[in-house]
C-alpha cells in the first residue's frame, strides 16, 4: 500500500549507550584540563590527564556509595518506623490494659433490667 508520508528510520537505542561514553571523556577530558591550567604545581600533561580522569573515576565512585547509603538509610529508617510502631502499641496495650479490665468489670458487675435472662421469650 503506497501513502504519501516519508518512511523514517528509527535509531537503534545505541545513542543510549555512546551518550554516558561520551559525557565521561568529554567531563574526564574538562577535568584534566582544569587540572593542568589551575594546579599549585606545575603538572605535565600525563598528570593532568591521570589527575582529571581519576578526580571523575573519584566522584562516580563517591555517587555509588552515596546511592547505597541512601538505600541503606531508608531500610533502616523502615526497620526504625515499625520498632516505633511497636512502642506505641505496647504503650497503649500497657496503659489501655487496665482502664479495659476496670471498664470490663464494671460492666460485669452492674445489675441487670430485667431478671429473666431471655426476654424475648414474652413476647
Do not use: N
Amino acid at each position: 500500500m503506497a501513502t504519501d508520508y516519508p518512511e523514517r528510520s528509527r535509531s537503534s537505542g545505541m545513542a543510549w549507550l555512546y551518550a554516558p561514553v561520551i559525557l565521561i571523556l568529554f567531563l574526564g577530558g574538562a577535568l584534566s584540563v582544569g587540572a593542568y591550567f589551575a594546579s599549585d604545581t606545575p603538572l605535565t600533561i600525563a598528570e593532568s590527564i591521570v589527575a582529571g580522569y581519576g578526580g571523575l573515576a573519584a566522584i562516580i565512585a563517591g555517587l555509588f556509595i552515596a546511592l547505597f547509603g541512601v538505600a541503606l538509610s531508608l531500610v533502616g529508617a523502615l526497620i526504625g518506623i515499625v520498632a516505633a510502631g511497636g512502642a506505641v502499641a505496647m504503650t497503649l496495650f500497657i496503659i489501655g490494659s487496665p482502664i479495659l479490665a476496670i471498664v470490663l468489670i464494671f460492666l460485669l458487675m452492674r445489675k441487670s433490667k430485667s431478671d429473666c435472662p431471655d426476654p424475648a421469650a414474652h413476647q
